[in-house]
């Protein structure tokens, strides 16, 4: 079993920034993505942001230009700058990773949480 350790979060002005971090330890076989989701009180789980093992990412439009995902593959982390936070942005964020164990075999793990709050 893989075990995320998040880190970061807390209250922020608007405007402010952030940063997240996310790191896997266990019995790691081989990560393949890993990213963040957030949730809102009242919302769905939405994906933030993913990377893949070779460095691809991609982006929720909400936060396009304003947010960056990236990874050391060597410490099996992933990190999310948040720049040019919005009160929107308020949310419980989770990091998941995903794992290939086999051909027929994967993993799915998640972060226990971590609190984003923008707020004047």
């Known amino acids: 079993q893989v075990q995320l350790v998040e880190s970061g979060g807390g209250l922020v002005q608007p405007g402010g920034s952030l940063r997240l971090s996310c790191s896997a330890s266990?019995?790691?076989?081989?990560?393949?993505?890993m990213g963040w989701y957030r949730q809102a009180p009242g919302k769905q789980r939405e994906l933030v942001a993913v990377?893949?093992?070779?460095?691809?990412?991609n982006y929720a439009d909400a936060v396009k230009g304003r947010f960056t995902i990236s990874r050391d593959n060597a410490k099996n982390t992933v990190y999310l700058q948040m720049n040019s936070l919005k009160p929107e942005d308020t949310a419980v964020y989770y990091c998941y990773a995903d794992e290939i164990i086999a051909v027929l075999e994967r993993g799915s793990y998640w972060g226990q949480g971590t609190q984003v709050t923008v707020s004047s």
């Open positions: 990377i893949t093992s070779g460095g691809s990412d």
């Open positions: 266990g019995s790691i076989v081989s990560i393949n993505d």
